[in-house]
């Protein structure tokens, strides 16, 4: 019998710590798209690969043919922290920025 994946990755996000509202909101998902996912037993590995890059799951060990679907050494994602001093000094620049070009538009 095949494994049910979308029972695998509710269990590992579980088992990782995260409650299902984290999770869904660290995907940029609603927790209803999550749950369905949960429900489908052929989930794609493609979401199976993004879950477990955001997340962190360590899904490799729980799918045997999960290797066959990811690149030997993935690339390093930078996803900066919201608690980061760097992160809301980028967003106040932007911010900034995008004001300064709408006053400019302004006759």
């Given at each position: 019998m095949e494994e049910h994946r979308g029972k695998i990755l509710e269990i590992a996000i579980r088992e990782k710590g995260f409650t299902?509202?984290?999770a869904a909101?660290?995907?940029s998902i609603s927790r209803r798209t999550l749950y369905n996912y949960f429900?489908?037993?052929?989930l794609s590995w493609q979401k199976i690969i993004d879950f477990d890059q955001v997340?962190?799951?360590?899904?490799?060990?729980?799918?045997?043919?999960?290797r066959k679907y990811?690149?030997?050494?993935?690339?390093p994602s930078i996803v900066e922290d919201a608690e980061s001093p760097n992160y809301w000094k980028n967003k106040y620049i932007d911010l900034l920025?995008?004001?300064?070009?709408?006053?400019?538009k302004t006759p």
């Open positions: 299902f509202a984290a909101k660290r995907m429900e489908d037993p052929e997340l962190g799951l360590g899904l490799h060990n729980k799918f045997t043919d999960l990811v690149a030997p050494t993935p690339a920025e995008k004001y300064t070009k709408l006053l400019e």
